[in-house]
């Protein structure tokens, strides 16, 4: 059986019910994000992608309702109703299942930086053996004071798959051996009726907690076969902790991702200064210029340039389009649009192919028709601005009359003058005309002129 297929009668199981108590955060450990992504999805993605299509979250009490709206009906839930231990909380997540499977590949919800490439190969070595109980993803050479670590049955044996004699828990050392070791990742493939079987049997420990690594001694000890895969490398070991790890995790993850865009025909200029986060995709010759953010659910086409010091927030730029020190949030910008320096989409806005917003431009929930200019400092919000027109410096959608949000709209053609205030709800109607400094209070019809303030109707033709 290789681990690429769907892996029949198995399930995973991902603990997530611990206190988290070293994050010092009111929001659980598993909702925490790196590379935009929360921490619980990375072990989902892990498990799905090796082929596991059952999966049960161990979540807490507390934990759940939140993690259960994060992840709806792709997971099944167990309550460990307290957190007695990682042991306590398999012994949960196998009592949710309505039989033992043949196969339990478990993980903790706290360390995203797991690789695909290293479980599946720890899976497939699980899984060539048939009499096999249990299988540790561990990385062979890390730095990791507070994980378990791995004492082989034969210490000189550490570079291929090997018999284990124990792991040795962090608070179960005597001392901190200040240097790298073999460590467990917190990534086990077992054999479902013997971890059924005795998992239950672990003695708690000094620090009150169940072990569930303390399987690794009890089956050495009873002639069972639990080997060491020492697939991991050094970067995938690291698990979240604190903060500090948080943080050093999100830097690898960010490394990886640019390092995938790259090999994808993206330029990154400055690596480490542009966050592109775990959802977003790109097109091909696209540039990414220094100082950028690309986060959430965004897409981004081919042949943009984007940046220096551009935010895009789960929005959508189609190819060809060039953003330069701007701000996007929840819009979606269509094909050879040109935006900033200094321009904010706010959300629902929705910019048309060959747009071009310049200097200071603020839009939010408006359309902007195709080849539409808006070159200097304006606010654009609640309009619909129909195609070519050209909205001069410093035009004004007034819609908020201190109760009520207001609807503009901007006939095609029409030419909107500087400073014009466009006091909504109003239309102006296409190929239309307002004079510099207009204040219009009242509907514009369509070829109309209008000027002054309050802006009158100069002529209902714009043709001298
Ligand atoms: C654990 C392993 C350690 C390994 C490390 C990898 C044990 C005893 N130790 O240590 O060998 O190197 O992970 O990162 O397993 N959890 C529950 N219920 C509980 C306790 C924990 O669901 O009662 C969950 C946590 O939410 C977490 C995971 O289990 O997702 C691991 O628990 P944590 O306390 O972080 O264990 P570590 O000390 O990191
Ligand atoms: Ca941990």
Redesign the pocket.
């Known amino acids: 059986m290789s681990a690429t297929q769907p892996q029949t009668d198995s399930v995973g199981i991902i ?4 206190h ?1 108590s070293r994050m010092r955060s009111r929001i659980a ?1 598993p909702l925490h994000t790196a590379a935009g992504k929360e921490l619980i999805r990375y072990p989902v993605d892990l498990l799905t992608e090796c082929g596991i299509q059952t999966i049960v979250v ?1 979540a807490s009490p507390d934990n759940h309702p939140e993690i259960a709206a994060l992840l709806g009906d792709r997971v099944h839930y167990a309550i ?1 109703p307290a ?4 042991a ?2 398999v012994a949960c997540g196998l009592g949710a299942l309505r039989s033992v499977p043949e196969l339990v590949m478990v993980t ?4 995203p930086l797991v690789r695909v490439k290293s479980t599946r190969r720890m899976l497939d070595e699980h899984v060539s053996r048939p009499d096999r109980r249990m299988t540790i993803l561990t990385a062979p050479d890390f730095f ?1 004071p ?3 670590h791995i004492e082989r049955a034969d210490p000189g044996d550490t570079d291929a798959a090997g018999p284990v004699s124990a ?1 040795v ?1 962090a608070a179960d050392r005597e001392s901190d051996p200040g240097r790298p070791a073999e ?4 990534v086990y493939c077992f054999n479902g009726p013997w971890l059924a079987e005795n998992v239950g049997r672990i003695p708690v420990s000094a620090s009150g ?1 169940t ?3 303390s399987l690794a001694e009890m089956g050495n000890k009873a002639g069972d076969d639990v080997v060491a895969a020492p697939f991991a490398w050094a970067d995938e070991a690291m ?1 979240v ?1 604190d903060r500090q790890q948080l943080s050093a995790v999100a830097t690898v993850l960010q490394d990886r991702i640019n390092s995938h865009w790259m090999l994808e025909g993206v330029t990154i200029i400055d690596s480490a200064t542009t966050y592109i986060d775990a959802d977003v995709t790109i097109g091909m010759d696209t540039v990414i210029q220094p100082n950028t953010m690309l986060s959430g659910q965004t897409v981004i086409g081919e042949g943009c340039e984007i940046g220096p010091n551009s935010v895009i927030r789960d929005s959508t730029v189609a190819d060809r389009c060039s953003i330069v020190a701007s701000t996007i949030e929840e819009s979606t910008v269509h094909t050879d649009v040109s935006i900033g320096p200094y321009s904010h989409l706010r959300p629902e806005s929705v910019i048309e192919r060959g747009v071009h917003l310049g200097n200071y431009v603020e839009v939010k929930n408006s359309r902007i028709g195709s080849s539409t200019a808006a070159g200097h400092f304006c606010y654009l919000g609640d309009a619909d601005i129909g195609a070519g027109v050209n909205v001069g410096a410093g035009t004004i959608t007034c819609n908020y009359d201190g109760v009520a949000k207001h609807q503009t709209t901007v006939g095609e053609g029409a030419f909107i003058g500087s400073d014009t205030m466009l006091i909504a709800p109003v239309t102006v109607g296409e190929g239309a005309l307002t004079g510099a400094g207009s204040v219009v209070t009242r509907d514009v019809p369509p070829a109309g002129r209008v000027a002054g303030v309050p802006a009158r109707l100069l002529s209902s033709s714009n043709e001298e």
């Open positions: 603990l997530a019910a611990g988290g450990k161990v460990q957190a007695k231990g990682t306590d909380a903790a919800a706290d360390t990791g507070d994980l378990g792991i828990e460590v467990n990742t917190g907690e072990y569930l690594t698990g902790n």
